[in-house]
């Protein structure tokens, strides 16, 4: 479920695999890769510690789309918050927060997108929405010793 409001989306999704696995997901760049791109892949960059840099380049059907941003918050395997820059998020760092809460045998994935340009909040929501879905595909997959790529 997303929703949205002037400059902030919120998406809630209940993902096949335990939260370790999720927070792994997110912060370990050869899995990054794989689904960080609404198409395609992602090219990942990642030090992983609150002030920490990363980049994400996505890469897919002719296009490569850089973004840039900083970790704020990482608390494993809770909860992840960084900047978010973009050539469509303005001039000022836009906000992403992930918290991961447990749910049986799942996990409970809830994003929170926030400063974002007021012409910009619906194709984040759709951006955030397609990568979730392809995250959501990789974690119900089996584990084989040459998924590292992309």
Do not use: C
């Amino acid at each position: 479920m997303t929703t949205i409001s002037e400059d902030r989306l919120r998406l809630e999704r209940l993902l096949p695999a335990r939260r370790e696995e999720v927070f792994a997901a997110w912060t370990e760049g050869p899995s990054m890769a794989r689904w960080m791109s609404p198409l395609g892949h992602a090219e990942v960059e990642i030090d992983l510690r609150v002030s920490g840099r990363f980049r994400v380049v996505m890469v897919g059907d002719d296009m490569r789309i850089e973004h840039t941003g900083t970790y704020l918050e990482v608390d494993p395997p809770r909860l992840l918050s960084f900047t978010w820059q973009s050539p469509y998020t303005g001039p000022e760092p836009s906000v992403v927060t992930v918290t991961l809460t447990e749910d049986g045998n799942q996990t409970r994935l809830v994003l929170v997108h926030e400063r974002l340009p007021k012409n910009q909040v619906d194709a984040h929501a759709g951006g955030w929405g397609s990568m979730v879905d392809r995250l959501e595909t990789l974690l119900g997959l089996p584990v084989r010793l040459d998924d590292d790529h992309p």
